[in-house]
């Protein structure tokens, strides 16, 4: 049975957790909190606490007063609730404002840091402005932009947008720059992107992007309060902001036909480094850039580049300040570490030598050389570590759990630097990661090979061990130990808390409450003792999900990704929603839909078969005659994607409207019944309902 419990006051952290962050990680002083400060030129207006969300009713997209407990704060030194290195990381994330990072007549590289997660950076061209990443949002990339404008006074249009690589962070405010013209894209924009852009962009924010966004609300604790005793950051920035994700399609692709590299005969010394094979020398608005594309390191379409006027290179988001995420933890592809390190020692060869400024999508910048080639040589050097001594102990038959307990700490010439500490990936979950990706989720132990689901075992596991008081007490004295073994307790709790899944297991309504509230406790001691920022948010906010239940989700408008969506990612993501058991019972005949657009004019078929939903571009000859044929424009196509639930209906709809031609809607209507939409909110630590 369930049971249910009152929210309580805020935990205070152990004495164990306050021994541990008064020893935490202490390194030589650096040039950080100078380097996030220099060049400042406007902090955002204190008449604009908060940038209020596009939807209105009240919603914000970005809270500027939220972090002022980390503006005022010491910065180097915290409060008991949270890691002092930690700390130290969320100070200088806070630093909110515009910033010129570098200046050489009338050309300049500005950032606008401190309005989302990630930088926005504007680089002034010979006839307007070319704005690189614009922030996750519409709302924050509008006032971003606009902090720009009234500091500087520079009215001049956008002349292009340069998107560094596929994660949302980076182009999800690309319409927001055009609020000031009413949303009006000039139809000759230029938008540059890496090859392999839209396709990865897409496939990660609408593949897996329910399960994605969910998680994505415990690694950047979006909806947890600010403070102390809360969240005070994801490491890599604040959090990420909650508008609405929009997204201006790239008309120009480095890698493409357009921009392929530049070949030898037709390098320039106005390119200022020499010419080597791989590179793409291109003008935007009159500003040469250099691009080195770096596929496969923290995104899978992803670019550095190289201002050679100004000697500044942007190196994306592939060195930032801190150790980044082989895989992050609110799921994506596992990246790969021995390419990173590769795409670094290529950036190091090709513009160390002649860079005076380095700025990234993140953080703050570096100038100078020396110090700009060790960082990038650290960065390169930290993640050829991680792969290689990960594939020493997995050739040693370790496996990812042992190798992360074997290898807790960088070498010292790493570990003695700021910008190499784990506060958004982490040692333990990145060799874990790079385990995952040469060997998978298999350990080769025929024990772990079929393993009892996470109900099911919690009531083997509770009823072995006496029952759910019996587990309880076991979890108390594991807290009360000397030191304290939160790690056991959060693994015996989360056994009591799951079996109470199961509709035929008895629990009181007391242990249930008991275990749940010895869970909170002890994922809160864990977030205060976390170095990395995502670990702590993840901690906190499952301590609030296991008293509390699921909170309900921060829904972002993503309705440029809909529409971006070639037609084979379309079919592809209806695909993954059928519910293939049961069309496979209920459907022995093949169902054919042929699909046709007519503006513009495009065609393909789709069959459900065993389950599946097949896709093929155009006419499918095998597939037999087909079942109906759907005659639409792609605005109608892209309403049915974005009704949700209510795909069904919309459909019945616009047939009754005219507006789509169906010579067999039943035919139709039995391939949508199989659609199936999840729950946004779904429980992560705690069980599923009943049925559910």
């Known amino acids: 049975m369930a049971g249910t419990t009152e929210p309580t006051e805020p935990v205070e952290p152990s004495e164990y957790i306050l021994n541990r962050n008064r020893q935490a990680t202490s390194l030589p002083e650096s040039t950080d909190f100078a380097d996030a400060q220099r060049g400042l030129l406007a902090v955002p207006p204190p008449e604009l606490p908060v940038i209020p969300a596009k939807s209105g009713k009240d919603q914000v997209a970005w809270d500027f007063t939220a972090y002022d407990f980390l503006r005022d704060g010491e910065p180097d030194t915290g409060p008991a609730s949270v890691n002092p ?21 009338s050309r300049s590289i500005f950032q606008i840091r401190g309005y989302d ?29 606009k902090l720009y404008r009234d500091t500087t006074e520079d009215q001049r249009p956008i002349s292009a947008v340069v998107y560094t690589h596929s994660h949302v962070d980076h182009f999800g405010g690309s319409r927001g720059l055009f609020a000031e013209k009413g949303d009006e894209v000039p139809a000759d924009l230029a938008v540059y992107a890496p090859i392999g852009f839209l396709e990865h962009a897409i496939s990660e924010n609408v593949l897996a992007g329910p399960a994605m966004a969910r998680r994505a609300e415990y690694m950047y604790a979006a909806g947890l309060d600010k403070g102390p005793y809360a969240q005070v950051g994801a490491g890599l920035g604040l959090t990420i902001s909650t508008g609405e994700v929009t997204l201006i399609p790239p008309r120009h692709y480095v890698g493409g036909p357009e921009i392929p590299p530049t ?68 799921g994506a592809q596992v990246r790969d570490p021995q390419a990173w390190s590769k795409y ?78 784990g506060y958004y990936g982490s040692m333990s979950h990145n060799l874990k990661a790079v385990y995952q990706r040469y060997i998978g989720w298999f350990d080769g132990n025929p024990a772990h090979l079929w393993t009892l689901p996470p109900v099911e075992a919690g009531v083997r596991y509770v009823t072995a061990m006496g029952g759910p008081e019996a587990v309880n007490s076991q979890a108390q004295q594991a807290l009360s130990a000397d030191p304290p073994q939160y790690r056991w307790a959060a693994e015996l709790l989360n056994h009591v808390i799951f079996a109470s ?161 169906v010579d067999d809607r039943s035919a139709a209507d039995t391939v949508f019944g199989y659609l199936v939409f999840p729950d946004p909110r779904f429980p992560i630590v705690t069980p599923r309902r009943a049925g559910a």
């Open 85 to 105: 290195s930690l700390w130290r990381q969320g100070v200088l994330t806070a630093y909110a404002g515009l910033y010129q990072v570098t200046s050489d007549g």
């Open 117 to 145: 997660l990630s930088n926005m950076t504007i680089v002034t061209g010979d006839t307007g402005l070319i704005v690189i990443d614009p922030l996750a949002s519409y709302e924050t990339a509008r006032y971003a932009l």
């Open 263 to 330: 070949p030898e005969n037709a390098w320039s010394s106005r390119y200022v480094i020499p010419w080597r094979r791989g590179l793409y020398a291109h003008t935007v608005d009159g500003v040469p850039i250099v691009f080195q594309l770096t596929p496969g390191t923290e995104a899978p379409a992803e670019m550095n580049f190289y201002f050679p006027e100004l000697r500044a290179l942007c190196m994306a988001e592939n060195a930032t300040h801190t150790m980044h995420n082989v895989l992050s933890l609110r």
């Open 344 to 421: 670094l020692t290529e950036a190091i060869q090709t513009f160390g030598e002649y860079t005076d400024v380095e700025f990234a999508s993140h953080h703050w910048p570096r100038w100078g050389k020396e110090p700009i080639l060790e960082f990038l040589s650290d960065q390169r050097d930290m993640y050829s570590y991680l792969n290689d001594q990960a594939l020493r102990l997995i050739d040693a038959g370790h496996t990812g759990i042992e190798i992360a307990e074997k290898l807790k700490d960088l070498p010292r010439g790493l570990a003695e630097h700021w910008y190499n500490q």
């Open 501 to 661: 899944g199961a509709p035929d297991f008895t629990i009181s309504e007391a242990a249930l409450d008991t275990a749940k509230q010895l869970q909170s406790q002890t994922f809160t001691q864990l977030g205060f003792g976390a170095e990395n920022g995502t670990w702590r948010n993840f901690y906190l906010t499952g301590a609030q999900e296991v008293v509390d239940g699921p909170q309900q989700g921060v829904r972002h408008g993503a309705a440029d990704l809909v529409r971006s969506m070639p037609l084979n990612l379309f079919f592809q993501a209806m695909a993954k929603s059928i519910d293939g058991p049961r069309a496979a019972e209920e459907q022995h005949t093949p169902i054919v839909l042929r699909w046709i657009l007519d503006t513009p004019r495009q065609e393909c078929t789709t069959t459900l078969r065993n389950g599946a939903l097949i896709y093929v571009d155009g006419p499918d000859h095998l597939a037999g005659k087909p079942t109906a044929t759907i005659t639409l424009t792609r605005t109608s196509l892209d309403e049915l994607a974005l009704s949700g639930p209510r795909f069904t209906q919309n459909f019945d709809d616009q047939v009754t409207a005219g507006t789509i031609q």
